[in-house]
């Protein structure tokens, strides 16, 4: 079958023909309908550091995905052919410490999908199917692709108390304006969102219109958010866009005692002035890896149940997965919301 292959520390990625992956006993076989690019694929492109200490190489990239069980383990008892499923990419062991306190996004064992474990910019993909995700009939398949970021923008939003709160948002990149909607259906009363490219500012706008989206190349974003919230900051910044500066922004636009959930992925350290952002503050600074399983991705089907935000249209493009690198292109452009590869 034919994937996308990090070989190397090479920047880019392969197409080339590989072995059909093989399942064992407790895993499903799933046929990959379509894959979204995700900010970290566009960081393991670039081989950046961070995320190269994170994968095994050579390695079947991808892990943002929606498709068909096509064969079942013999162990198999939760799935059967057929079945619409996303895998969690966070291949979390059930047995370790953390998985039994409730906390297998922490797993010991963690294998990650497209990163460790062969991914899913291919045509199949062998997954264990407890991290299987079973979707609703009459679910788009593009819908499901694109659950697993939904969960990385719901548990960034839903890690701490959003309802009543007033939040910023910085980086309105897919993750970005999924976090926005969040907040806007649990019931965040003032929200903001802060971004650089223009027509990611044009995008925010035009889904979010009670929202104040903030270009902060034209504007000084803690300015305005401490403008709009009498003086004070608000009560929770979600960090979604992984730059040094924006990531300052969010502490210095955050009102004391506030909360920060730290989402975005830096290529790497930067510094940062811990005593007047988070020490004279008492902020509450929140670290965010994934989704709490499975609580945050019952989370994202509530909020698609509600009706009340509906995240396709920050779907913009789709590509072939042998055009990979016009994708890739498109995806770190600024001009495009999700970039779906379909194999
Ligand atoms: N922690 C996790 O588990 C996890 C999971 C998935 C993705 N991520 C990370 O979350 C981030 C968001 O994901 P995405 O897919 O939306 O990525 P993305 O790269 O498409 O979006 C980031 C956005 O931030 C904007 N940005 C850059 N500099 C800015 C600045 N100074 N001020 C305001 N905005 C700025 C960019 O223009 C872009 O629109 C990425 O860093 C990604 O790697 C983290
Ligand atoms: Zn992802
Ligand atoms: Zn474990």
């Known amino acids: 079958m034919k994937a996308l292959v990090k070989t190397s520390e090479a920047i880019g990625y392969e197409y080339k023909d590989v072995d059909m992956p093989k399942i064992g006993p ?20 670039h081989s950046s550091p961070n995320i190269m200490k994170m994968m095994q190489l050579p390695i079947v990239t991808g892990h943002e995905t929606c498709g068909e069980v096509v064969e079942v383990g013999d162990c198999v008892t939760n799935l059967k052919k057929g079945d619409l499923v996303s895998p969690e990419p966070h291949i979390f062991c059930g047995e370790c410490y953390y998985c039994q306190n409730s906390a297998a996004l922490n797993c010991l064992n963690m294998g ?18 407890h991290v299987c995700w079973k979707h609703p009939p009459g679910i788009s398949y593009e819908l499901g692709a694109i659950h697993e970021p939904l969960g990385v923008g719901v548990h960034g939003v839903m890690s701490g108390e959003i309802n009543g709160k007033s ?37 925010a706008r035009q889904l979010f219109p009670d929202a104040t989206i903030i270009n902060s190349k ?7 958010i401490m403008e709009a919230t009498s003086g004070l900051g608000v009560d929770v910044s979600v960090e979604l866009s992984g730059n040094a500066e924006a990531t300052r922004f969010c ?16 290529p790497k350290a ?6 007047p952002n988070i020490i004279l503050k008492e902020a509450r600074v929140h670290g965010v890896f994934g989704r709490v399983i499975w609580q945050t991705w019952w989370q994202v089907r509530a909020m698609l149940d509600t009706g009340k935000f509906d995240p396709l249209p920050i779907i913009t493009h789709r590509f072939p997965l042998a055009e990979f690198e016009q994708a890739f292109k498109m995806a770190e452009s600024g001009e495009a919301g999700k970039v779906l590869l379909i194999p």
């Open 218 to 224: 034209e504007q000084d974003p803690v300015k305005t």
């Open 270 to 275: 930067m510094e940062f002035d811990f005593h």
């Open 26 to 45: 407790k895993d499903v076989l799933v046929k990959i309908m379509g894959a979204a690019i995700c900010g970290s694929d566009l960081h393991a492109y």
């Open 112 to 129: 990650l999908l497209g990163h460790t474990i062969g991914g899913a910019f291919a045509e199949y993909m062998a997954v264990p199917a």
């Open 251 to 266: 502490f210095q636009a955050l009102k004391r005692e506030g909360r920060v959930s730290l989402v975005g992925v830096h």
């Open 167 to 203: 939040v910023a948002v910085f980086g309105c990149g897919p993750i970005g304006m999924f976090a926005i909607g969040a907040a806007r259906v649990f019931g965040a009363t003032k929200i903001f969102g802060v971004e650089v490219a223009p027509k990611r500012v044009a995008m």
